[in-house]
Each structure stands twice: as C-alpha cells, then as structure tokens.
C-alpha cells in the first residue's frame, strides 16, 4: 500500500513540474510580442480635472485633438467644484484643471496658471411637456424660484405644477442666475437640488413640467429636446450677449503647472489655436476671437 501510495505522489510532483515547465515556456514565448507591444503603446495619459461647468468644453477639445494625434489619450478624473479641482492639480494629482473663475489669491501659490478659454451661455429651458410658454420676465422667473407661481397655467401653460430644477448656491450657474435674474429672494423649499450640472441635465430631460438653467453649448451640442426660454424677450445666442441684451454667461478656463510635461504643453497650444478657437465658436461657445 505504502509503494503504490508512493508511486502515485511522485507521479503527482512530476506532472506538477512538467507543468509548471509548461506554464514558463508559454509566457517567455509570449514575452516578445508583449514587448513590441508595449513599445507601441501611447505615453502616460494628460490627467484632466473639469469643473462641472467645464466638462463639455473639454471634452469637445481632447475628442478633436486625439482625432489627429492617436498615441496621446486622456483620462479624466471625476468632476467637481473648481476650488476641489484646482486643488488636485497642486497636489500633482492631475495635469490639467477646468475652472469656471480666475484664481483666487489664495488659490495661487506661484507654479500654476489660469489663461480663459471661452465663455458658455447660460439658457433657462423646461422640458418638453411645458407648451406655451416661450418667455419669462425677470419678475417671473424670481417667483418661479421663489415659490409664489407654481403652477403652469398661471404663465399660460398647462395646468399643471412647476418643478424647479436647482443647483447649490456655491456653484457658479446659481451665483450668475442669481447675478442677473433672481437677486437675493429665498429659494423655494420644493426645489430640487442637483449637484452636478450634468444631474440637472439628465433630469430636467426625464422630468415633465420641469423648468432649470444649464449650458447652452451643452443643450446645442447634443440636441437636447428641451424648450430654450427667452427672457425679457431676448433669446440666449451670441448677438444678445454681443449687444449686452443677454448677459447670463459663464467664464471657462484652464489652470496647469508653469512647467507642465511636453504632452500637456502641446494639447495647450493645441486648445489656445487659431483651430481650437474656431472649434469651439463651431459648437456654441464664445471666444474672443
């Protein structure tokens, strides 16, 4: 008993070695291709921090610069507030940050940049089950989001109730809707507190009877099949906002290190082209070329 038991556990190691044997021989026959392979392969990607505000200028601007440089890619973190982002990029944990304001002095410690890209209109839209209503004053609008008009039909719409999409009141849509149209009045209670602008987005689209403010590149870039409002009878576009008759707008730009990498500094003067301007003017934005 004890020889058989024997002969069986060496028979045991000895296929053990033959395949492990096996096992190397197969991953040193593949080590060449993987090698060729990996001296193929793109350089470490530009690490991008957007605001929420920023998300879509950047991404129209790395989708048209990979069309023609394909061994550089992006990756990019996960959105956030421009102070969360500009910090990121101090602590060398991005090499680029989108910013929808200048730096703060006490956001500035002397080895980053800020340079303004381009400007994006902010639009009030609702969705579309709200028929009707094309316009809304300034005083309309404040009692919209004040909570004193609730119901459509009071604007000439449907009968029915008006949910309001909102953004917190650190964030730069609410500040600038604020700026220009709501003045300081309370928010009502009911409304709906959303994030990330891309959040709004998503609901004022799944959401009837909805009303909120987001980009206009943002809504034009994609379709969105949402109702654009004029207020006081100026419509958000370029001719208003050049005539001073639309002033809702949003300031984007980027921030990166005075010594950035030889990647990042190239996708830069890619974004700052005479190209990349008439890219962005081409999908809604306002530059000042």
């Given at each position: 008993?004890?020889?058989?038991?024997t002969?069986?556990?060496?028979?045991?190691?000895?296929f053990?070695?033959?395949?492990?044997?096996?096992?190397?021989?197969?991953?040193?026959?593949?080590?060449?291709?993987i090698?060729?392979?990996?001296?193929?392969q793109?350089q470490?990607?530009?690490?991008?921090?957007p605001?929420?505000?920023?998300?879509?200028?950047?991404?129209?601007?790395?989708?048209?610069?990979?069309?023609?440089?394909?061994?550089?890619t992006?990756?990019?973190?996960?959105?956030?507030q421009?102070?969360?982002v500009?910090a990121?990029?101090?602590?060398g944990i991005?090499?680029?940050?989108?910013?929808?304001?200048?730096?703060?002095?006490?956001?500035?410690?002397?080895?980053?940049?800020?340079?303004?890209?381009?400007?994006?209109?902010?639009?009030?839209?609702?969705?579309?089950?709200?028929?009707?209503?094309?316009?809304?004053t300034?005083?309309?609008?404040?009692?919209?989001?004040?909570?004193?008009?609730?119901?459509?039909?009071?604007?000439?719409?449907?009968?029915?109730?008006?949910?309001?999409l909102?953004?917190?009141?650190?964030?730069?849509?609410?500040?600038?809707?604020?700026?220009?149209y709501?003045?300081?009045d309370?928010?009502?209670?009911q409304?709906?507190?959303l994030?990330?602008?891309?959040?709004?987005?998503?609901?004022?689209?799944?959401?009837?009877?909805?009303?909120?403010?987001f980009?206009l590149?943002?809504?034009?870039?994609?379709?969105?099949?949402?109702?654009?409002?004029?207020?006081?009878?100026?419509?958000?576009?370029?001719?208003?906002?050049?005539?001073?008759?639309?002033?809702?707008?949003?300031?984007?730009g980027?921030?990166?290190?005075?010594?950035?990498?030889?990647n990042?500094?190239?996708?830069?003067?890619?974004?700052f082209s005479p190209?990349?301007?008439?890219?962005?003017?081409?999908?809604?934005?306002?530059?000042?070329?």
């Amino acid at each position: 008993m004890k020889i058989i038991t024997t002969r069986i556990l060496l028979g045991l190691v000895l296929f053990g070695l033959c395949s492990c044997n096996s096992v190397k021989s197969t991953n040193t026959t593949n080590n060449s291709p993987i090698t060729s392979q990996n001296n193929l392969q793109t350089q470490p990607p530009i690490k991008l921090a957007p605001s929420s505000s920023s998300v879509t200028l950047l991404k129209v601007l790395t989708e048209a610069y990979q069309a023609n440089n394909k061994t550089d890619t992006f990756e990019f973190v996960s959105q956030s507030q421009s102070e969360g982002v500009i910090a990121a990029l101090k602590n060398g944990i991005v090499d680029i940050a989108g910013s929808s304001h200048k730096l703060k002095p006490e956001e500035d410690d002397g080895k980053i940049q800020y340079r303004e890209i381009a400007q994006d209109l902010l639009v009030v839209a609702t969705h579309n089950s709200v028929k009707s209503v094309t316009n809304l004053t300034t005083d309309q609008l404040k009692s919209i989001y004040a909570g004193k008009i609730t119901n459509w039909k009071e604007l000439g719409g449907p009968n029915a109730k008006i949910v309001v999409l909102d953004r917190p009141e650190d964030e730069s849509a609410k500040k600038i809707l604020r700026k220009y149209y709501l003045g300081q009045d309370k928010t009502t209670t009911q409304a709906v507190i959303l994030n990330k602008e891309g959040e709004l987005i998503d609901t004022i689209q799944s959401t009837p009877y909805s009303i909120g403010a987001f980009s206009l590149a943002y809504s034009l870039i994609n379709q969105l099949p949402v109702n654009h409002l004029n207020l006081n009878g100026n419509a958000p576009n370029k001719e208003n906002f050049t005539s001073g008759k639309y002033q809702m707008v949003r300031h984007l730009g980027l921030i990166w290190q005075k010594t950035p990498t030889s990647n990042t500094q190239k996708f830069i003067d890619f974004v700052f082209s005479p190209e990349g301007t008439k890219l962005l003017q081409d999908k809604g934005f306002i530059t000042k070329n």
